[in-house]
């Protein structure tokens, strides 16, 4: 079965609209709404090729989900593109959070201000996992397969959880491990086709 063939922008405006309206959804966390956005509703990416440009925003410097926007603004319109794309993820939101900081520092020690907060990194949290799950089946694609992936990803959660250790410890470790195993894995896969009558 054939899939549908992915879409892209039209104009830079298009652009600039789509990652502003996923900026402006992406409350405590983007990370599902780009999913959403950029993979279903948009058909920019497929999930794997999702996958894959948020696995190297992530590793990257600076906030992942620029990043992202970053990567895909030049993939569709070179550098222009990559500048329309930020501007999109950051001119309205900037304006939104200058707002909310400034009202935040004025009614901060409010109980109800406090407890709103602890609310929304609950649902957060929530957002995450619900986008882990869905992308969940994409790692039978893997190059590493589907159980070294669902093994690295639990090792990556204990490292967090109980030793808690820092993202630079965690890169280096888990994610050189994971890169490794990846390309060792690349570099199996042609040669034993090769050996194929």
Same mark, same amino acid.
Request: charged fraction near 10%; hydrophobic fraction near 60%.
């Given at each position: 079965m054939m899939s549908e063939p992915l879409n892209k922008p039209a104009s830079l405006s298009e652009l600039f609209w789509a990652f502003n309206r996923l900026a402006l959804q992406g409350f405590g966390g983007v990370l599902a709404v780009a999913q959403r956005e950029l993979v279903e509703r948009l058909?920019?990416?497929?999930?794997?090729?999702?996958?894959?440009?948020?696995?190297?925003?992530?590793?990257? =410097?600076?906030?992942?989900?620029?990043?992202?926007?970053?990567?895909?603004?030049?993939?569709?319109?070179?550098?222009?593109?990559?500048?329309?794309?930020?501007?999109?993820?950051?001119?309205?939101?900037?304006?939104?959070?200058?707002?909310? *900081? *400034?009202?935040?520092?004025?009614? *901060?020690?409010? =109980?109800?201000?406090?407890?709103?907060?602890?609310?929304?990194?609950?649902?957060?949290?929530?957002?995450?996992?619900?986008?882990?799950?869905?992308?969940?089946p994409s790692l039978k694609r893997s190059p590493m397969g589907a159980w070294p992936a669902m093994i690295l990803a639990l090792l990556t959660i204990a490292a967090v959880l109980w030793l808690r250790l820092p993202l630079p410890q965690l890169l280096l470790s888990l994610g050189g491990l994971g890169m490794a195993l990846a390309w060792w894995q690349l570099r199996r896969t042609p040669t034993e086709e090769s050996e194929l009558p």
């Open positions: 058909r920019w990416l497929s999930r794997e090729e999702f996958l894959d440009v948020f696995a190297v925003a992530q590793v990257l =410097p600076g906030p992942n989900i620029l990043n992202l926007s970053l990567m895909l603004g030049d993939r569709f319109f070179g550098i222009r593109g990559a500048f329309t794309a930020m501007a999109g993820m950051l001119v309205f939101p900037l304006l939104i959070v200058i707002g909310l *900081a *400034a009202l935040y520092g004025e009614m *901060a020690a409010h =109980p109800i201000v406090a407890n709103t907060v602890r609310g929304m990194g609950a649902v957060s949290a929530g957002l995450i996992l619900a986008t882990a799950l869905k992308l969940g």
